[in-house]
């Protein structure tokens, strides 16, 4: 059996007025990846396991994720918002970041031959990746149960997050070539293109919606997590032929990206991600544009 050595990061957190001015201790327990012997064979689940542990607060609405395990790529993706939601409500968990080599094997197991997949510690497995984000935010304090149409506010820009990111993947299917594709996706985010009409969107959406910074109300919930996320996959190399840039024009989008991406917990949770990459160069180019939001 090889076995990872183990750095433990100690942190006080300060959570914001959105989390109920709630005070908190965190420390993260951070993994180097191990291979663990099963009936003679070594087996990659563990491989890129990370535990998250925190000290939670002494809400009985929290204690639900108490122990549960998110499952996901090693990369930000879908499963980023639903992480970066459980660090930030001081959720202890456990991460279990799946190599694309042993998805075959993996995928099976989950309920909708898909991840993320949350698994609590009665062993109930929740999937779908919005799904699973409203329901660790309903037990965290990042979504506004008791305002329903601010609840409402914050589904519908999750639900445009989810178009643009179907949006984006639809431009180019079907060219033949690679430079093709590049070139329509730097078509479809300029000025008059489809990507670039669902950003105004968004941005004019905040604007309207969003106050100081946050994409829905006044206070940090899941909608300014997932905007965040999206837009940082979007900018982030996934879909190459997209520049880097392209968010630059839309002040109130910016805006939540620097307002998440500097919030304490964040920076906590990728500045231990770097130490346990050992650099920021090995995290993946999205996670890097992630990373950079808190200076923007």
């Known amino acids: 059996m090889k076995t990872w050595t183990a750095v433990t990061l100690a942190l006080s957190i300060a959570i914001s007025s959105s989390l109920s001015e709630r005070c908190f201790s965190q420390a993260f327990l951070l993994q180097k990846p191990m291979m663990t012997a099963n009936r003679g064979t070594s087996r990659p689940s563990a491989s890129h396991s990370q ?132 070139a329509a996706r730097l078509v479809a985010v300029s000025e008059g293109g489809v990507v670039h009409d669902v950003l105004v969107r968004i941005d004019a959406f905040i604007e309207a919606h969003g106050d100081d910074g946050y994409a829905v109300g006044a206070d940090l919930n899941i909608a300014s997590i997932l905007t965040f996320t999206t837009i940082g996959r979007l900018v982030g190399g996934v879909f190459v032929g997209v520049p880097s840039t392209v968010c630059d024009p839309f002040l109130n989008i910016q805006r939540v990206r620097k307002t998440v991406g500097s919030h304490p917990a964040v920076v906590a949770w990728y500045d231990a991600r770097i130490e346990q990459q050992k650099s920021i160069d090995k995290l993946s180019p999205a996670e890097q544009i992630l990373v950079g939001c808190r200076d923007m």
């Open 51 to 182: 535990l998250f542990a925190a000290t939670p607060d002494d809400s009985s609405s929290i204690s639900i994720l108490k122990g549960c395990k998110l499952t996901y790529f090693g990369i930000p993706g879908r499963g980023e918002a639903i992480r970066l939601a459980l660090a930030i409500g001081g959720v202890e968990f456990e991460e279990h970041r799946v190599p694309f080599p042993a998805w075959g094997k993996v995928k099976p197991t989950t309920p909708w031959g898909a991840v993320p997949v949350l698994k609590l510690a009665d062993g109930s497995q929740l999937a779908q990746a919005r799904s699973v984000l409203r329901f660790v935010g309903r037990h965290t304090s990042l979504y506004p149960v008791e305002e329903p149409l601010l609840a409402q506010r914050v589904d519908e820009l999750m639900d445009a997050l989810e178009d643009l990111g179907a949006t984006i993947t639809n431009v180019g299917q079907g060219l033949p070539t690679k430079e093709e594709k590049e």
